[in-house]
């Protein structure tokens, strides 16, 4: 179960990785506008903005939908595991002796 757990973390670990950039871009872009004066550079800064706040949300939808694949196979994982688990004894006869004592 800890190993389940740890590779579901690790994975959505590594989705959001991707969206913290999209944030980190988006944050120094929004500082270039502050410290823009000019009008026209000004807003086409706020368009690369717009782009990048929308594949930044595109990337959340992703993250969303990659996030509860994970959690089925997790849960995929764990009903292969459960099916092994089950044993059945089955008894069949290999050999068959018979004794005579005289």
């Known amino acids: 179960m800890d190993k ?3 590779w579901a973390e690790d994975r959505r670990a590594g989705l959001k990785l991707e969206l913290k950039e999209f944030d980190e871009q988006l944050k120094e872009l929004k500082k270039r506008i502050r410290q823009t ?3 026209p ?6 368009r690369q903005a717009r782009e990048l706040e929308g594949r930044r949300d595109a990337a959340w939808r992703s993250y969303d939908e990659a996030a509860k694949q994970v959690e089925i196979e997790k849960d995929g994982l764990l009903d292969r595991v459960e099916a092994q688990l089950v044993q059945t ?6 050999f068959t002796f018979t004794f005579q004592i005289d």
Not at 41 to 46: G, N, R, S, V
Not at 89 to 94: A, N, R
């Open 4 to 6: 389940l757990d740890h």
């Open 37 to 39: 004066g000019n009008l």
């Open 41 to 46: 550079d000004k807003l086409a800064l706020q």
């Open 89 to 94: 004894v089955v008894i069949e006869s290999l």
